[in-house]
């Protein structure tokens, strides 16, 4: 059974700094698209950051709200996706989840609304809560 759990939510101060973990168990994932969405109360899903293998070359992609700010990473031999996130702003609040995807759908993980991220991704972990006060 394919499974990912999250870790490492919590709560900081503005400017502080948090690193998320995905556990993937089951299933090797090491050529799909891995994905970190988030989403905050009253608002819809967004995705956040994806990273994809391809060849000998690593792809990494972001929502511009975060670029500079949160770097996404994976250690294959661990089968673990990781986001570190500094910098932080209350605006980061949300629930954080991962999900695995196809390569395709790397590159455009900003964009997709919440129905297609739900198409194009899955198995979704439970989600981590970060929340950041000002």
């Known amino acids: 059974q394919v499974q990912l759990v999250e870790s490492g939510g919590g709560s900081v101060q503005a400017g502080g700094s948090l690193r998320l973990s995905c556990a993937a168990s089951?299933?090797?994932?090491?050529?799909?698209?891995m994905g970190w969405f988030r989403q905050a109360p009253g608002k819809e899903r967004e995705g956040v950051a994806s990273?994809?293998?391809?060849?000998?070359?690593?792809?990494?992609y972001y929502t511009d709200s975060v670029k500079g700010r949160f770097t996404i990473s994976r250690d294959n031999a661990k089968n673990t996706l990781y986001l570190q996130m500094a910098s932080l702003k209350p605006e980061d609040t949300a629930m954080y989840y991962c999900?695995?995807?196809?390569?395709?759908?790397?590159?455009?993980?900003?964009?997709?609304?919440?129905?297609?991220?739900?198409?194009?991704?899955?198995?979704w972990g439970q989600g981590t809560q970060v929340t950041v006060s000002s």
């Open positions: 990273i994809v293998t391809g060849g000998t070359r690593t792809y990494t």
């Open positions: 089951g299933y090797t994932y090491s050529r799909n698209c």
């Open positions: 999900a695995a995807g196809p390569s395709f759908a790397c590159p455009t993980i900003a964009t997709m609304n919440p129905s297609l991220q739900s198409a194009r991704f899955g198995p």
